[in-house]
C-alpha cells in the first residue's frame, strides 16, 4: 500500500452504496482499530516532531504537514498504553477538529473496510474503561476484532490530566 | 440573487458607516453642501438597490430619510432632533440589514413609526419660513431636470416625466397636508405656483397605483442577472460628477476591489511555504558549490519571493481609521444623552496595523472612548466651576513606536477619583485597609482593571456596570499588548495603550537549549552575554538560586531547561544568557546556544496546548521545523511566583500578583550572629563575595581585604558574629563610587522578592526594624549603620563634596525616609524629614531654608506634583532645586517633572543616583556662590 494510494481513498468522499460505513483501519499494540473514513483527511508519515515541554502526555508534539501545524496525538497513549519507544518510521493519521488539525500517531496504517453498521457489537463489558471511552463497538472480522474507534473522544482530552498512571 | 444580495449587504453596510460619521460631522457644519450631498446620494443609492432587489421595508425607511435630508438640502434648518431621528432611521436599517443577513429575507414589522416620525419633521420643517437668503440659492427648474438625467436611471429608477404623469394620474397630495403648506413650499424652492417638489412628487408616485406597475416591469426586461453592476456604476458616475462640483468632502477614492480575507488567508499561508521553499533551495545551492547556471534565477526567485511576502503581509494592514469610524457617532450620541458638550478629536488615523489587531482592539477602544465621555467629561456646569471650558474634547492619538503602536485615548475631565477607587477596593476586599494606604495613586489607578469594579455612582445606561475594563485589559494583553492610566485630579485622564504591529510575523532570536530549539520575540531582549565558569560573567549561586552579575547589578537567571524540565541536570554554568525586559521586571533566560535573528510566521498554539503559559504560540522556521515561541510575560510570571509555588497562576492571583507588584521589593536575606535572620534590599548591595579568611588581613584589630586593588574594610553585620579567621568567609560589597565596605555575614540564604511591611525598632540603630519575609521574621539591616563604623575614609571624601548644606526630604514611606536619612547624614547633608506635603508646607513657613528638597512625587492624600506647584508659585522657592523620588520613572512622568523645572528625576531605589545628583546639585550651588 503506497501513501498516495491511501491519499486518493482518503480524501475522496464516501460513496454510500448501501448503508455500508468506511473504515480505515489503523494498528497500535497489534489492536485492529477503525476510523470513520469521513473524519480521516489524509494519512501521513511523520518525519521530524518538534516535542512540547510541559503538554500533558498524550500530545506527542507538533509536525510540520505542508506549512501547517498539526499537533501530534499519541494514540497509545490515549489508550493507557506504554510508549514503544521505537524511532523507526511513525504514521499518522490526520484528523480535523474544532478547526484544528491533529495527527493521530499509529503503530501502522492498514486498509479501507466497508462494513454494515447493524453488524457492529457494543464494547464487552469488561473492557478496560479508557478503551470503552474511545470505543463505539466492536466489528468481527476473520479472525480479528476491529474496535471502532470515537474521533471525538479520542481528541476530548483537556489541559488537566489525569494523575499519571 | 443571493450573490447580488450578499454585495448589496457588504456594500450597504459599508455606505451605512459612512454616513454616520458624515451625519455627525454634518451636524456640526450644517452649511457644508459637500458633505450633505454626500450623505443624500448614499441614502440614495441604497434606497435605489432596495427598490430593485424588492425589500419594501428597507426602501420605505431609506426613502422617508432621504425626503427629510432633501428638506436639509433646500435649506431647512439642522436640528439635533432632526439628525437623532436619521440616525435612529439608519439604525433600524441597520438592524433590517442584520436579519437580511441571517435568514435572506427582509424581517416582518413595521416602520410606521420612524415613517411617521419622519414625514412630520419633513413637513414640520416646510412651515418653517425660511430667511430670503437661501432664495439665491439657484434651485431652478432646470437644475431639477439636470441632476436626474446626470444621474444616470438606475433600474427601478424613474424618469421627471414618468414622474410628473404618475403625479396627474394620482389623487393628489396626502391629505392631511394643507395646500398652504405646499404654497409655501413650492414659493422656497422657487417652483411655478402649484407644482410640488420632486420629493413630494415621489411619495405621490409610490401611493399610486399606476406606475408602480411600471417600475418593476422596467428591471424586469432590461436586467439581465448581470445587473448586479450597474447600480455600482451609476454611483460611480454620480460620484464623479459629485466630485467635481462638491470640490470638499470626497477626497479622491483609491481604486480598490473587495477580497474575501479567507483568500487573502490563503496567500498568506502559501506565501509562507514558498518562504519555506526558498530557504531549502538555498540550503541545497550553499551545500552544492558547483553552479550549474541555476544560482543567478535562484536569487531572483529569492527576491521575488521576498518582494511577494512584504507584498502580501501590506494587504493585511489596515489604517487604524477603520477601528475608530464608528466613534463620532457613539460620542455624539453619548453628549445629547448626558447632556455633555464633548469634542472628539483623532489623529494618527492613518497608522496602519494588522487586521487581526485591529479587530481585537476595535471594541476595547470604543468602550474607553464611552467611558471617557461618560465618567471622564464632566457637565457643562461643572467645567465651568472648574474654570474649563464648557466644551470637554476626548482625544484618540496613534502612532507608530520601535515595533509596536501606541493609541492614546486622553479627556479632559475630571480625572480619576482616587478616594472614592481606594475606598471601593476596601470595600471590594481587593486588599486591606492597611495595604491601600501604603499604594500610591497610580497603583491604586489600576484598580478600575480589576473584574467588577465600578465606581460610578449611579449606573448609567452607558457605563458604570463594572463591566469593561477588565475585558479591555483582557482583550488587549490577549494579543500582548499592554494598557496603562495616568491620570490627573480635575485636569484628565489618559488610557496608554502599546500593541504590537502584527500578530503575523515578528522578529525573533532563535536560541537552543538541549537540542531543542525555541524562539524568543526579539521585542523582549534587551542583550546576550555569554557565560561559562571562571570567565568575566559566570553564574553564581545563592541557595541553588542561579544569579549573574551584570554591570554591578545582580539579575535573576532562569535556565531555560530547568523551566522546560528538559534535563535533571539543575547546575547548568555555560551557555549564553538572554537578557530579557518585561515591564519592570529584569532576567535572564540561560539558554545553550544562540543562532540568529529570523522574521517569524506566528501561528497561534493548538487549544489543547494554551494552558501552557510559558508558549505565545509556534512557528515553522526556514528549515521546516517547527519551533515553539517563549512567551517572556510567561517565563517572568514564573520568575516572580518563586520558589514557594510551582503550580500555574490561574487569573485571579495573577490580578492580585499585578497590583502588587509595586509593592515588591528584592530582598536578599542572610544569617547573622547566633543563626538571626536578616534581610537588606537587593538593590543596595553592589555584590556578593566568598573569600579565603586567611586573605582577610587585621590592620590594628580591624579586618581589611585587599579587593580590586584596593583595601576594603570588613565590618561584622552584628555583635554576635566575628569575622572569620579561617575557611571562607560570606562578604556582601557596598559600593559607592571608589570606596567598599564588606559587610561579613554568616551565610547568604536566598534572594526572595516580597511586601515589605517593616516595624520599627527604635532601639537599634544597625536594624531599621524587623518584617516577615517568607513567613519568617527577619530583621531589615540599616546600612547606613555601618558606613560610619568602618569608614574614616567614607565620611572624609564625602566631607569633601558637601558643606554641610540643608536638606528637606519628604516621603511618605517610613522605610524609604529611614533608609534615606542615614545615607544622607552620612554624606555630610543636614536633613529634615516631612511625611506629607503638609508637614513640609509647615516646614518651610516655619522660615527653614533647606538648600534642597527631595521629595516623592507619589505623597499620600496630595500628589508630589501639586505641592511642587505650590512651591513653585513662592517666590522664595521658585528655584529651589527639587530632586523628585518615583518607583518608577517613566518618560510622561519625566516631562512632567521637567515642566514644573523638577531638577531631577531618580528612582527612589537608586541611592547612589540620589547622593551623585545631591553631590551635583552641591558642586552648582558652590559655583553659584
Known sequence: ?????????????????????????????????????????????????????????EIAGLLNLRGRVVTAVSLRSRLGLEDDGKAGRRMAVGLENQGEAYGLLVDEVGEVLKLDPDEMQPNPVHMDRRWVNLSQGVHQLQGELMIVLDVDAVLAFGAERDPVQ | MDDLLLEFLTETSEHLETVDVEMVRFEQDPNNQAILSNIFRLVHTIKGTCGFLGLPRLEALAHAAETLMGKFRDGMPVTTSAV???????????????????????????????????????????????PVAHRAKPTTVGTLVHQVLERELKPGEVSLDELERAFQEAPGPDSEETSGTLVYQVLERALKPGEVSLDELERAFRDAPGPDQIAPAKPAVVAPPAQARPPQKAQGATEASEHGEGGEGVAGKVQTIRVNVDTLEHLMTMVSELVLTRNQLLEIARRNSEDYGYKVPLQ?????????????????????????????????????????????????????????????????????????????????AERRAAGKPEKGVIRLNAYHEGGSITIEISDDGKGLNYAAIRKKAVERAIVSEVEIERMSDAQVGKFIFHPGFSTAAAVTSVSGRGVGMDVVKTNIELIGGTVDIRSEPGRGTTFTIKIPLTLAIVAALIVSSKDQRFAIPQVAVSELVRVSPA???????????????????????????????????????????VVTQVAQQRF???????????????????????????????????????????????????????????????DVTLDQAIAAVEELTSLLVFRGGGNSLKAVPLSLVTRLEEIDASTIEWASGRPVVQYRGRLMPIVSCDEDLEVR???????????????????????????VEDRLEVELLAERSDLVGSAVVRGKTTEIVNIAHYLPLVLETWSRTDQRAKQGNSLLLVDGSNFFRDMLVPVLKASGYRVHTAATAQDAARYLSSGAQPDFIVTDLELPGNSGFAFIATLRADTQYRSIPIIGLTLRPDPQLIALARRFKITEVVSKVDRRGLLSALAELSGSLEEAA
Open chain 2, 300 to 380: 531572483r526567485l529569492s527576491q521575488v519571493t521576498a518582494e511577494l511576502q512584504d507584498g502580501v503581509m501590506k494587504t493585511r494592514m489596515q489604517p487604524i481609521g477603520n477601528a475608530w469610524q464608528k466613534l463620532p457617532r457613539v460620542v455624539r450620541d453619548l453628549s445629547n444623552e448626558l447632556s455633555k458638550q464633548i469634542d472628539l478629536v483623532m489623529q494618527g488615523a492613518d497608522t496602519e496595523l494588522d487586521r487581526q489587531v485591529l479587530e481585537v482592539i476595535k471594541d476595547p477602544l470604543t468602550h474607553m472612548v464611552r467611558n471617557s465621555a461618560d465618567h471622564g467629561i464632566e457637565s457643562p
Open chain 2, 588 to 650: 535572564g533566560i540561560l539558554v545553550d546556544g544562540v543562532f540568529h535573528t529570523e522574521e517569524i510566521v506566528v501561528k497561534p498554539m493548538s487549544s489543547k496546548l494554551r494552558h501552557i503559559q510559558l508558549f505565545s504560540g509556534n512557528t515553522i522556521l526556514g528549515d521546516g521545523a517547527v519551533v515553539l515561541i517563549v512567551d517572556p510575560n510567561g517565563l517572568a510570571r514564573m520568575v516572580g511566583s518563586g520558589a514557594q509555588n510551582n503550580e500555574f497562576q490561574n
Open chain 2, 725 to 751: 579567621r579561617q575557611g571562607m568567609q560570606s562578604l556582601l560589597v557596598f559600593s559607592d563610587g571608589e570606596i567598599s565596605m564588606g559587610l561579613a555575614v554568616a551565610e547568604i540564604v536566598d534572594i
Open chain 1, 1 to 57: 500500500m503506497t501513501m498516495n494510494a491511501m491519499n486518493t481513498v482518503a480524501i475522496g468522499t464516501p460513496k454510500n452504496f448501501s448503508r455500508e460505513m468506511e473504515f480505515i483501519t489503523v494498528t497500535v499494540a497489534r489492536q485492529l482499530l477503525g476510523l470513520p473514513i469521513g473524519r480521516v483527511h489524509d494519512v501521513f508519515v511523520v518525519s521530524e516532531m518538534t516535542k512540547v515541554p510541559l503538554a500533558q502526555a
Open chain 2, 535 to 577: 570567565s568575566e560573567h559566570s553564574i553564581e549561586r545563592i541557595n541553588g538560586t542561579p544569579i549573574l552579575r551584570l554591570r554591578e547589578r545582580l539579575l535573576p537567571i532562569v535556565p531555560l531547561s530547568k523551566v522546560m524540565r528538559l534535563s535533571e541536570i539543575e547546575d547548568v554554568d555555560t551557555g549564553f544568557v
Open chain 2, 84 to 130: 437623532s431621528l436619521i440616525l435612529t432611521t439608519l439604525d433600524r436599517i441597520k438592524d433590517i440589514l442584520g436579519e437580511l443577513e441571517r435568514h435572506g429575507v427582509e424581517p416582518q414589522g413595521a416602520d410606521d413609526d420612524l415613517i411617521e416620525a419622519l414625514d412630520r419633521m419633513s413637513n414640520a420643517g416646510a412651515y418653517v419660513p425660511e
